[in-house]
Every structure is written in structure tokens, then in C-alpha cells.
């Protein structure tokens, strides 16, 4: 999208029916330090203190190069979108950092989330090939957005008017929506970032191709990567692209060799569940080694962990619950088969699962169970059972939502330790009511506080577990997308195995190795760095010096940079990434 605001032709090929990939089932956040939303705010932080606090978190992955090139982009990027094209932003005010003990670590407005939109803005053409919110996260198909959205929800759940008012307009506009449209039309959370891409995309004149997935990329006598072919439902197509090609299909999530080979406790590559669609399979790493791109695995994690648990239906369907909220709230704790803790449940998803890793003995499955009461689970969600006024039988019947009329009778049901698990929670309650969890930590930092309930004294992340009967959940490793990928430069141009530039190709998104080193920072480091480096590369493309929203000259930027074009792309961000094409060929 960078390159045809400056008049390039783009030709985005994805190889699913539907456009948006893992960013429309996201959260739809982009950590985006400095952005011009935080500015307005009267929010203006030093640079360096970005850079200290990374530093801090990735330690020896810390690549200098690729972290300024995205810690100077970033904002110009939130700029170009929200004030040139119909991605409009909404700040994340209260979004805290996730290790708030570390030097440079910030309390929010570091990043930004798509603004609400409603589809009917969109062509109905686009709305046929944008993919739908994800079931598990949705309230019977309708999205809700993270923060006054949800807090109105949750406080519907206890009888407060005006949540209920907010809860009940909401979901009749949904219905009206599903008997008028057939489909969610109140697009928030990653549904909004694809909506407003695709509205924008075709707003600039960007040509997109579902079901065209990319099967070889050809290059010229000088080695440089000139175009792509694809194969159509038509037949197979050559696009011949006269400046070069852009990949982001989205990783290797669903890669099960892959994941054999990277993944720890994965033997046979299918112990994972990944919250991305079936069509991220790695087709861009794999394009991108074919024409001798270096495939970065040595970061500290191959990929974006995530709590999950599995969600049967009756159709003989498993679902993917992605565990982000319920942790941090108060009256509930994670543990292993042995009853015991092993991790500050409020800290980010990434650090769950990576703690259950650590925890599980070599040749032992990598499980653990959230435990709550019956005071928990009509307050909140826990895992997909929803809170009042939703019934949670249809939890109970299908095996998701395991309860006991004691600690000692769920943990035999779950195959959890009964006398673990009674010292556990005992331990807990007595620390929690003093607001305090000496063993994790948990509720100390301000990212555990906010994810708490503010209602709740002394911590808002900190409750007993008390009320029987008592729920649990079972919980399994899982990802939103990968972290190794291939090695780029900080204008994302793809390295080959001596570490210089594939003339002609640029990798972004997942297919990306992570800027981050394979660390999780904060909320919004997948697609705050996707967004930018696809801003980078078109930017790359159209030779442009000055940034677009003021004007200013990107640092080291020199003219004449060969541009680029699509391939096998499968996130709706990757909408941006830019062509200018040549005649095509069946």
C-alpha cells in the first residue's frame, strides 16, 4: 500500500479464499513506540529509553541495526496510515510494557489498535474476501475490543445498567447485522486492522488475488529475483515483476516438520496448537530458500507462544481458545499434573508457555490446568466459558469445562495430585488475601495490575480460590505465529548465506525472522513490526526520502532503491507490501 500511494502498481496473490490471515483472528494491536497518537496525548518519550528497554529484555539477540531502522519507522508508519489512508488508530493509552521492572520500560501509549469500523464502509466485493472474526473469540460471531468495550461486558455480567445497556446494543446490532448481511459487520480487534488495509488498499488501486497461492519465484542471468508464478484455479500464471518481489505468508505455524525440528517438547511435530489458519504452512521461507535466502532459526524462541486450550463441538470440530485475559484475574492460578505453580499467571501469554516448557520433564507432555471457583467463573471467562448471564452447561457436556464439588474431587476428574493441589491453593488464598504472591511475583508489575480487576483489594490481580464447586480448564502450548524465519537487513531486504542482499527480495511479517530476537516484550510485537517493515520496503520501493506524514528525511536513506512486488502472501498488513508488474503469462 506504501508503493501505490507513490504510484506504483501492486499486485497482492494470496493463497487462501480470504484475506487477513492470523491478523484478522488477532487482537489487531501494533506496538508502535513514539507514534504520533501518544504525541497528541502529550506522551513524548526519548528513543533511547525504547532502546534501553529492549536491550534489556532481548540481551544478546539485541540486532542494532534492524531495532533503529524499527524504532524510526514505526511512528512515521502510524502517521502515513492514520493520516493518508483509511487505517485510522485508536492509542493504547493504558497498554503497559510487560516487564515493568526493567529499565525503559513503558506504562502505556507505546502502541495502537485499528479504530472500530463498520463494514458496511467497505465494497461488498471486499467484504466477500476478508476472512471472519475467530469463533472461539467472539461472542456468537461478534467481536469484542479490548478495554471500555470489554470492561462494559464484564460489568454486564454482574448486573451493572449501564454495561448491560452497552452489552444488549451491541448484540442486537450483531443480530440485526447476522439477518441482514449473514456475518459480523461491527469489525474491531484484527477484523478492523484487515477491513481498513483492504478498504485502503483498494482505495490506492492495489489489485488482490485470492486463491492464487505463489509456487516458485524466477530470477534473472544477474541472480535478481524478477517475478513470481502462481497457480490460479485458471491454471498456473507467470507475473513478471519489474522491480522485484515482497514475501509475508505468515510463517510456519502449521508446519509440522518445522515444528518437529524447532519446537522444544514437539517429538513428533504435532504436540502444538497454533492459532494461525492452515494456509501458513512456511511457503514464503520455502520461496525464499529457493533462491538462497538464510533461514534464521538461532533466535530464543521459534515462535510467538500462546496458552491454548481445545474447544470440542459437536460436530466433531476442535476449536483453538487462546487464554490472553482470564490469567490475570483474580481467583484463578495455572498448574502442572503435579498441583503445583509454575509461573506468574498474569505475565504475558509468551512467558506461560514458555515457563510450562521449562516445567515439563523431557518426555513428559507439556499440560497444565487453570484452576478457578465458582465466584471466578461468573465474573469472568474462563478459557472460552463465558460468565453470566451465559450457562455453562453446554462447558460442562462437552468435556472444555471440568467442575468438582471439592479440590481433592476436580483434581482426581483433571489427573492433577489432590494433596498438591490443596497445599497449592491453601498457599495461594492465604497470600492472596494479603495481596501479595511471594512465590511469582504475581501483581507487582503495572502489566499484572491492568490485566486484574481494578475492583478488586489489595491487588487487583490477586483473589482466593475459595467458593466451591471449583472449574478448571485444560491448557496446552500453542502460538500466534513464528519468530524464526528468514534473515533480513534493516530495509528487510532477504540475506543470503554470506549475509548479503537477494537483489529483488524483501521478506516481511513472520516470514521474517523476528526483530525481537524471539522474545515477547510487549503486546503488539508481530504486527507492530510487520506493519513497519512492509512500510519500510514500499517506502524502499518508491525511492522515497522524505516520511509522508511530516515531511522529515529518513536517516542513511539514499535514492534510487530497486523496488519491489508481491508474492504468497497471506496476512491482510501484507496488503501493503508493493509491485510494480510486468506482463503476465499464462
Given amino acids: 500500500m506504501t508503493a501505490a ?12 479464499e480470504v484475506c487477513g490471515g492470523a491478523t484478522s483472528w488477532s487482537g489487531g494491536w501494533a506496538w508502535a513506540p513514539g507514534n504520533p497518537l501518544a504525541k497528541a496525548q502529550g506522551v513524548h518519550e526519548d528513543t533511547e529509553d525504547f532502546r534501553t528497554y529492549l536491550r534489556e529484555v532481548l540481551g544478546d539477540d539485541y540486532q542494532a541495526e534492524r531495532v533503529d531502522a524499527f524504532l524510526e519507522a514505526a511512528p512515521h508508519m502510524v502517521g502515513f496510515f492514520h493520516r493518508k489512508t483509511s487505517l485510522q488508530f485508536v492509542p493504547g493509552s493504558r497498554i503497559n510494557d510487560i516487564y515493568g521492572n526493567l529499565p525503559g520500560a513503558g506504562t502505556g501509549n507505546r502502541s495502537v489498535g485499528p479504530k472500530p469500523m463498520n463494514a458496511r464502509a467497505m465494497k461488498p466485493a471486499l467484504r466477500a474476501i476478508m476472512r471472519h ?3 472461539e473469540t467472539s461472542f456468537l460471531g461478534m467481536g469484542i475490543m479490548a478495554g471500555p468495550d470489554l470492561s462494559k461486558f464484564l460489568s454486564a455480567s454482574r448486573g451493572n445498567p449501564k454495561g448491560l445497556v452497552h452489552a444488549g446494543w451491541r448484540f442486537g446490532l450483531h443480530l440485526l447485522d447476522l ?3 449473514r456475518r459480523n459487520m461491527q469489525l474491531v480487534n484484527g477484523t478492523a486492522l484487515t477491513g481498513r488495509l483492504l478498504k485502503s488498499a483498494d482505495e490506492l ?5 485470492v486463491s492464487t497461492p505463489a509456487t516458485a519465484l524466477l530470477s534473472d542471468e544477474a541472480g535478481k529475483v524478477s517475478g513470481v508464478v502462481v497457480r490460479p484455479r485458471e491454471g ?3 507475473i513478471n515483476a519489474a522491480c522485484g518481489v515482497v514475501l509475508a505468508s505468515g510463517g510456519f505455524p502449521n508446519d509440522v516438520q518445522r515444528r518437529k525440528e524447532l519446537f522444544p517438547k514437539t517429538p513428533t511435530g504435532r504436540e502444538h496448537w497454533t492459532l494461525a489458519p492452515r494456509e501458513a504452512a512456511g511457503d514464503g521461507i520455502d520461496l525464499a530458500q529457493s533462491v538462497g535466502a538464510r533461514f534464521k532459526a538461532g533466535v530464543k524462541s521459534p515462535a510467538a507462544w500462546c496458552p491454548v486450550s481445545l474447544v470440542p463441538y459437536r460436530d466433531g470440530r476442535t476449536g483453538v481458545f487462546p487464554h490472553i485475559m482470564d490469567r490475570a484475574k483474580p481467583g484463578s492460578i495455572g498448574v502442572r499434573a503435579d498441583g503445583k505453580r509454575f509461573v506468574n499467571e498474569a505475565n504475558g501469554y509468551y512467558d506461560y508457555v514458555q515457563a510450562l516448557l521449562d516445567a515439563t520433564p523431557e518426555g513428559e507432555t507439556a499440560v497444565s490446568w487453570q484452576i478457578a471457583d465458582s465466584r471466578f467463573v461468573r465474573r469472568f471467562p474462563l478459557g472460552m466459558a463465558k460468565p453470566l448471564p451465559v450457562p455453562l452447561f453446554p462447558y460442562l457436556r462437552s468435556g472444555y469445562l471440568i467442575r ?3 479440590l481433592e474431587e476436580l483434581a482426581t476428574r483433571c489427573g492433577i495430585d489432590p494433596a498438591g493441589l490443596r497445599e497449592t491453593v491453601e498457599r495461594f488464598n492465604a497470600n492472596a488475601r494479603d495481596g501479595v504472591d511471594p512465590d511469582f511475583g504475581r501483581g507487582e508489575t503495572a502489566f499484572n495490575r491492568y490485566g486484574g480487576d481494578a475492583g478488586n483489594r489489595p491487588n487487583p490481580s490477586l483473589g482466593p480460590i475459595a467458593k466451591g464447586p471449583f472449574y478448571a480448564v485444560r491448557v496446552v502450548p500453542g502460538s500466534f505465529g513464528t519468530f524464526a524465519g528468514v534473515d533480513t537487513d534493516g530495509r528487510g531486504r532477504a540475506l543470503d548465506h554470506r549475509g548479503e542482499p537477494i537483489q529483488g527480495l524483501h521478506v516481511v511479517g513472520n516470514d521474517q525472522a523476528s526483530v525481537m530476537g524471539g522474545h515477547y516484550p510487549a503486546g503488539g510485537i508481530n ?3 510487520a506493519l513497519t517493515f512492509g512500510y519500510i520496503a514500499g517506502r524502499d520501493l518508491a525511492g522515497a526520502d522524505a516520511y509522508e ?4 528525511t529518513a536517516v542513511g536513506r539514499r535514492r534510487g532503491v530497486t523496488a519491489l512486488s508481491t508474492g504468497g502472501r497471506e496476512r491482510a498488513w501484507a496488503s501493503a507490501a508493493p509491485v510494480r508488474v510486468g506482463e503476465e503469462a499464462g
Avoid at 500511494?5 to 487462501?16: D, P, Q
Avoid at 506524514?549 to 522529515?552: A, S
Fill in 5 to 16: 500511494y507513490h504510484g506504483l502498481k501492486v499486485i497482492v496473490v494470496e493463497k487462501a
Fill in 133 to 135: 472474526q475467530l469463533y
Fill in 179 to 181: 439477518l441482514t448481511h
Fill in 205 to 209: 488501486g492495489v489489485e488482490i488475488r
Fill in 236 to 238: 498456473e500464471l507467470q
Fill in 404 to 406: 468438582g464439588r471439592t
Fill in 527 to 529: 504486527l507492530g513490526p
Fill in 549 to 552: 506524514d511530516d515531511g522529515t
